[in-house]
C-alpha cells in the first residue's frame, strides 16, 4: 500500500521557475527521504530529513516537514532543463521486529522546459 | 567505488516461466532492499536482506523469493510467471540495515521484465 502520495502527478514549468512537490503519508515516521527518477531508471537519493526536523536544504533543494499534518514538500528552485524527472517521496516507518520499512509514493512527474 | 549494479538490465519471458534476477551492491554495504516498479501500482517493497539473513518482506506472494550471499550479492527470483509480473525491478543497498541507522538506499539501474 502507498504511505506517501505526491501531488500534483505532473507539473511543467519553464526553466528558471521553482517547482513544488508536496507528499502526504498516514502513519508515524522516522524519516521521509525524496528521491529522483530519470525516465525508468534507477532511483537517486536528493535527501533525507528526520521525523525531528522541520527544513532541509541541498543545494537548490529545500525540503519541509509537517509531522502534525503528516506532509512535506520539496521546493526546487531556479529549475533547469536537466531536472525534469520524476520524483518520489519514501516514509521510513517502523514495520516490527527492529526493522523500518521505505514506502515509496507514486510520484510527480516534472517537465522543465527550456 | 562502482555503483550498484543489476543483471541482466532486460528480460523477456513467457507466462509460467521462471527468472533470476541478480544485484550486486556497493562494496560495504551488507543490506540490499528489492522494489517492484509498475506504472500500475509505482514502487513496492518486496524484501530485504542483511547478512544472508532476510529482515523484512512485503506483501506479495510466495513466487517471489530471495537470498544474500555471503558476499552481499543478492538474487530474487520469480516462479510462475504471470503477465502481472512485468515490471522493473529495482534492487538498493544501504551500510547497515532499515532501522539500525537512517541509511541512504543507493539504487541500481534496475532490471526490466517483460512477460509476454
Known amino acids: 500500500s502507498q504511505q506517501g502520495e505526491e501531488d500534483p502527478q505532473a507539473l511543467s514549468i519553464q526553466e528558471g521557475e521553482n517547482a513544488t512537490m508536496n507528499c502526504s503519508y498516514k502513519t508515524s515516521i522516522n524519516n521521509l527521504q525524496w528521491y529522483r527518477q530519470n525516465s525508468g531508471r534507477g532511483l537517486v537519493h536528493l535527501i533525507l530529513i528526520r521525523s525531528n526536523e522541520r527544513e532541509k536544504h541541498s543545494g537548490r533543494l529545500r525540503v519541509t516537514l509537517d509531522t502534525s499534518k503528516k506532509s512535506s514538500s520539496l521546493l526546487i528552485t531556479a529549475s533547469r532543463a536537466a531536472d525534469t524527472a520524476s520524483y518520489f517521496c519514501a516514509t521510513a516507518a517502523y514495520s516490527g521486529a527492529g526493522s523500518y520499512q521505505l514506502t515509496f509514493g507514486k510520484g510527480t512527474k516534472l517537465s522543465v522546459i527550456p | 567505488k562502482a555503483g550498484v549494479t543489476q543483471t541482466p538490465r532486460y528480460l523477456i519471458k513467457t507466462r509460467g516461466q521462471q527468472v533470476t534476477l541478480s544485484c550486486s551492491p556497493i562494496s560495504g554495504h551488507r543490506s540490499v532492499s528489492w522494489y517492484q516498479q509498475t506504472p500500475g501500482q509505482g514502487l513496492q517493497f518486496l524484501f530485504e536482506y542483511f547478512s544472508e539473513t532476510q529482515r523484512n518482506k512485503g506483501n506479495f506472494p510466495g513466487r517471489f523469493s530471495g537470498r544474500q550471499f555471503s558476499n552481499s550479492r543478492s538474487e530474487m527470483n520469480v516462479s510462475t510467471l504471470e503477465l502481472g509480473d512485468s515490471a522493473l525491478y529495482l534492487c538498493?543497498?544501504?551500510?547497515?540495515?532499515?532501522?539500525?541507522?537512517?541509511?541512504?538506499?543507493?539504487f541500481g539501474p534496475g532490471t526490466r521484465l517483460l512477460v509476454l
Open positions: 538498493a543497498s544501504s551500510l547497515a540495515p532499515s532501522g539500525i541507522r537512517q541509511e541512504t538506499q543507493y
